[in-house]
Structure formats: C-alpha cells, structure tokens
C-alpha cells in the first residue's frame, strides 16, 4: 500500500485525472457574455450586408427587364422622329408626349428636338427622347439624343 501512495500523484497528472487544485475561470469552455454579443452583432451585420446585397441585385434586375422590354421602341421612336425631321425638316408635325403600357407598368415619354445648326443648305436638328416610369416606389429614367439633318434644295 505504502507504494501506490508514493507514484498515485504522478500517476494521476499522467493519466489525466483532475488534480486537486481548482480550474481557473478562463480554461472552461463557455463564452463570456461580451463574446456573445460580439458574436451576435458580427453576425447581424453580415446578414444585414448579405440581405441588402441581395435586394440590390433584384432591383437591377428589375431595372434591366423594364429596359429591354423597351429598348427596341425607343430605338424605333427615334428612328421615327430623325427621319420625319430629315424629311420635313420645319414642316414636321410629331406628337411629342404620350405613354403606353407594358408588363404591367405605365410608361410616359416626351421627346423635344431644336435647331443645332442652320445653313443655306441643311438643318441640324437636335432631338432628345425621354422615357419615365415607376418601380415600385422608385421612379426611373431612360434618355436618349440624337441628331437629323434636314437638307434644302
């Protein structure tokens, strides 16, 4: 008996036993309430990025369907307006405003155009289409500008 008593201590350290000296506070495996926090806050904010991201990315999206739903009518109301303007020239009669429907949105355009540049032999007109529309409770714009030249004879 007498030998198990004197090799118990080492024994113990070894095998991993507790030893009779109490566990400092910081060498258990819970968290401090401040970590939680920490933790929690970190947490918050990346998700708050994440879901923000995300709803940007709709919105673009969004935006970039209203366009090219009508991309192709604003190239052809253009087209329209520079060749009455080359064809006409001063004499031209274009509806300027209006609006129109499409996937479910309600789209009003104006268009301007004014004399540029005016010689004995032409006429520079300078034409601008502007299309609004609203998104939700945003309100979006396209512009576009181009040019008509009106020759005399």
Excluded at 40 to 62: H, K, R
Excluded at 74 to 93: A, C, H, S
Excluded at 118 to 142: C, H, M, N, P
């Amino acid at each position: 008996m007498m030998r198990r008593a004197l090799y118990a201590p080492y024994f113990s350290h070894i095998c991993g036993r507790a030893s009779a000296q109490p566990s400092s506070r910081r060498s258990r495996g819970g968290f401090t309430l401040v970590e939680v926090m920490i933790a929690t806050a970190v947490l918050a904010l990346g998700a708050m990025l994440i879901y923000e991201g995300f709803f940007m990315s709709i919105d673009a999206n969004e935006y970039c369907l209203d366009y090219l739903s009508v991309a192709s009518w604003i190239d052809e109301k253009m087209w329209f307006v520079q060749n009455e303007l080359t064809r006409y020239g001063p004499l031209v009669d274009i509806k300027t405003v209006g609006s129109f429907v499409k996937r479910d949105k309600d789209f009003r355009w104006s268009i301007s155009y004014c004399v540029r540049d005016e010689s004995t032999s032409y006429t520079l007109y300078a034409v601008k289409l502007v299309l609004d529309w609203q998104r939700g409770k945003k309100s979006s714009r396209i512009t576009r500008n181009a040019y008509a030249l009106y020759e005399k004879e």
